[in-house]
Nanobody
């Protein structure tokens, strides 16, 4: 059983910064991808950034140069440093963990944390 616990959301002014954290616990195999997605009401959940266990990273075009994803494999924790935040970054941010085992991928989601960018 895998659990994801997120923290770090909140209210910030435009141009400000926030750091999200997501700690995973449970049976986590070595081949995995951790990442962040976000969703606003009425829209589909969209990818923000991902980090593979091999070191690869991937970012949405809208956050490139402003957001940085990093991970601590020893702690099974992924971070999202968000700088130069814009009102359009306002959303519920969800942590995602994909684990490869037994010839298939397993997907796990955190409960979500609200990020509001407003003056």
């Amino acid at each position: 059983q895998v659990q994801l616990v997120e923290s770090g959301g909140g209210l910030v002014q435009p141009g400000g910064s926030l750091r999200l954290s997501c700690a995973a616990s449970g049976s986590i195999f070595s081949i995995n991808v951790m990442g962040w997605y976000r969703q606003v009401p009425g829209k589909e959940r969209e990818l923000v950034a991902t980090s593979g266990s091999g070191g690869s990273t991937n970012y949405a075009d809208s956050v490139k140069g402003r957001f940085t994803i990093s991970r601590d494999n020893a702690k099974n924790t992924v971070y999202l440093q968000m700088n130069s935040l814009k009102p359009e970054d306002t959303a519920v941010y969800y942590c995602h963990l994909g684990i490869y085992g037994g010839s298939r991928w397993y997907d796990y989601w955190g409960q979500g944390t609200q990020v509001t960018v407003s003056s």
